[in-house]
């Protein structure tokens, strides 16, 4: 094996996902979209898709490019892929939204946005997979934490699938029976396969590298591991699969729903006790701050898993389901990317400035890049506002939210000022800064001779 | 001045899973002054670039009928006699007993790379530096590459430990 690289534009990713956050957290404090409109107003499903795609999304995707190849010991397929695909996806976000607003007769109901969209949002994601599946399929090993991103690669196919088929029916490009029928009854499956199966399974994946890798905790490939993987592909296959073939051939679809509830709350436990005892098992007695706070974000994740299974006793899971997909976009996914941003910004910053002079002269280390406990309280009071947002959706009380809402956005401003600081090395001292050889990084990306 | 290029097709060691970065080193190391090298590979090798780029290679890459790679790597005017002598190190042949050795096991990242490059750097050429670690030094393998230093590695049999011999380069000077 020959080492991974720098991937040039994981920077631009990055900054790219956090406008779209930092967006649409100023859409939930201006009561833009829910709980102000209804779940499948214009308005909410502009806010769903800034968070889904433009943010989530993109966040992953941008980790993945520079992550798999480190997971799978390989290179990364096509080095100048990822530019294009990060504007195919930016550019089909765009006409997504346009044609949401077309939907709400705010823009020029003549251009065939969502045609466009799912042109360019095709494009974007079969870009990623072809990149990222190209890279998985050449390696020699693929260890679980890779079987779970390959798992989350394929949910991608069948949410970008359901997802063109509602925009084309929606354009009324298409009549086709079975189409209709699925844009009327399948979105809970488009936010499965999109929440749980990519980002969640995704998330679930890269989490147990990187947490064994920053606490000196042992490599996982227990069996409680394994069948986490191989339930959370059953609870994926019954919920896409079975309920498709519920809606098309009307059978009992909210039976397939809770059958695969009750199999994907069970891959959660398992996975719950495996990072409880990663926490455990770990070597290093002092964790850094974004382990700290992934802990915050994997108790966001318990949370909806317990909140799921209440609801569903209580029978009214649908009546709460947006706070349920709240806690889990924002406690759980979001809370997950912005800490192990914190400390990915650091590394890779720290490695394409002063890798290359490592031992020829004194360099800072990396945590020399950041400041922890400045950062500390942003973080705390963003999953603090969460939590609050939380319990305002689910007592609906909307004023509530647009006050956590914005809390959550000073509490991003003050995190994003940290990333920014980190990569600018405005934290390290003046005398360490830049030894000799050493340049200053560029904001949004790396130099193409970094190997 | 024209020598042939020698031509290597690492395409049916990659399809079976195997690894096949010893032979092209073997391959590179036994090209004559000015002679270059043709490499065919399933996928577009880009660590190799820097790789021989550090000792004096030039790339050509050509993305071939059915998604395979085509890539031609020339000596420019220094390279020929540096680069045998630098990776000859990386195939089969007897590497004098390590120096120095490095338990690094219990570091945390990515203090195990710094020690062994600022190790390295105090070494001589043709020393052999062995160090543990607790997995794969995926970012340090480059930038050993890149230092014109030569490795071996690969886990022990306890399937924890990952042990690295790295034998100073030639190449060490060329570097940023």
């Not at chain 1, 976000?93 to 044609?99: M, N, R, V, Y």
């Not at chain 1, 006790?273 to 974004?290: C, H, Q």
């Not at chain 1, 991003?412 to 390290?428: K, M, N, S």
């Not at chain 2, 997995?135 to 590695?153: D, N, Q, S, V």
Request: with cysteine; proline share 5%.
């Amino acid at each position: 094996m020959i080492g991974a690289s720098l991937s040039r534009w994981t920077m631009a990713y990055f900054a790219s996902a956090l406008f779209f956050l930092v967006a649409a957290e100023c859409m939930m404090a201006g009561g833009y979209g829910f709980p102000h409109a209804a779940v499948g107003a214009p308005a909410t499903l502009i806010l769903v898709h800034v968070v889904a795609i433009g943010w989530l999304s993109v966040l992953m995707l941008g980790a993945l490019f520079q992550f798999v190849p480190v997971l799978v010991a390989h290179p990364l397929h096509n080095d100048w892929l990822p530019l294009p695909t990060l504007l195919a996806l930016l550019s089909g976000l765009a006409a997504l939204i346009l044609g949401f607003l077309q939907l709400a007769s705010q823009v020029d109901p003549e251009l065939p946005f969502f045609a466009l969209a799912s042109v360019l949002l095709g494009l974007g994601f079969a870009f990623a997979l072809w990149n990222l599946g190209r890279t998985l399929w050449s390696a020699q090993s693929r260890p679980l934490p890779a079987r779970f991103v390959m798992v989350g690669l394929t949910s991608v196919v069948a949410t970008a699938g359901f997802g063109i088929v509602f925009a084309l029916v929606l354009a009324r490009t298409t009549t086709y029976g079975p189409f209709v029928a699925l844009a009327g009854s399948a979105l809970v499956i488009h936010v499965i396969a999109g929440l749980g199966g990519w980002l969640t399974v995704t998330a679930v994946g890269v989490s147990y590298r990187l947490l064994a890798m920053f606490m000196l905790a042992p490599e996982l490939e227990r069996s409680s591991t394994k069948a986490a993987l191989y339930l959370g592909v059953a609870a994926l296959a019954v919920a896409i699969g079975g309920g498709t073939w519920a809606i098309l051939h009307g059978a009992n679809f909210t039976l397939m729903l809770s059958g695969s509830a009750m199999v994907g709350l069970l891959a959660v436990a398992l996975y719950a006790g495996d990072v409880v005892y990663l926490y455990k098992a770990r070597k290093r007695r002092t964790i850094e701050l974004n382990c700290r706070m992934a802990a915050l974000a994997l108790a966001s994740l318990a949370a909806s898993a317990v909140l799921i299974v209440v609801l569903l006793v209580l029978g009214q899971l649908k009546e709460y389901a947006a706070a349920v997909v709240f806690l889990a976009a924002f406690g759980w996914l979001s809370g997950l990317g912005l800490a192990q941003l914190y400390k990915i910004v650091a590394f890779l910053t720290w490695l394409e400035c002063y890798g290359p002079v490592l031992g020829k002269t004194q360099t800072p280390r990396v945590q020399d890049l950041v400041i922890e406990r400045r950062a500390t309280k942003w973080f705390l009071l963003y999953f603090l506002a969460v939590w609050a947002g939380t319990i305002a959706l689910v007592i609906g009380y909307s004023p509530a939210f647009q006050g956590a809402a914005a809390a959550m956005l000073i509490a991003t401003g003050g995190i994003v000022a940290q990333f920014a600081r980190t990569r600018r090395l405005a934290d390290v001292t003046a005398a360490a800064r830049l030894p000799v050889g050493v340049r200053k990084p560029r904001l949004l990306f790396a130099p193409s001779h970094q190997n | 001045m024209t020598v042939p290029l020698l031509e290597l097709d690492v395409r049916p060691i990659l399809r079976a899973g195997g690894e096949p970065f010893g032979q092209i080193m073997q391959a590179v190391a036994s090209l004559v002054p000015g002679q270059g090298l043709r490499l065919l590979a399933t996928f577009k090798p880009v660590p190799l670039f820097s790789v021989l780029g550090a000792k004096g290679f030039s790339h050509e890459v050509r993305e071939l009928v059915g998604g395979d790679w085509e890539v031609v790597f020339r000596p420019t005017d220094v390279a020929a006699g540096v680069a045998a002598s630098a990776t000859a190190a990386s195939d089969g042949s007897d590497w004098p007993d390590p120096l120095h050795h490095l338990d690094n096991r219990e570091l945390d990242p990515p203090e195990p790379m710094v020690r062994i490059l600022t190790a390295t750097e105090e070494m001589k050429t043709g020393e052999v530096l062995s160090a543990l670690l607790c997995r794969e030094p995926i970012f340090l393998l480059p930038e050993l590459a890149k230092r014109g230093h030569a490795w071996r590695g690969g886990f022990e049999p306890d399937g924890t430990t990952y042990k690295i011999l790295v034998r100073i380069g030639t190449g060490k000077q060329a570097t940023v």
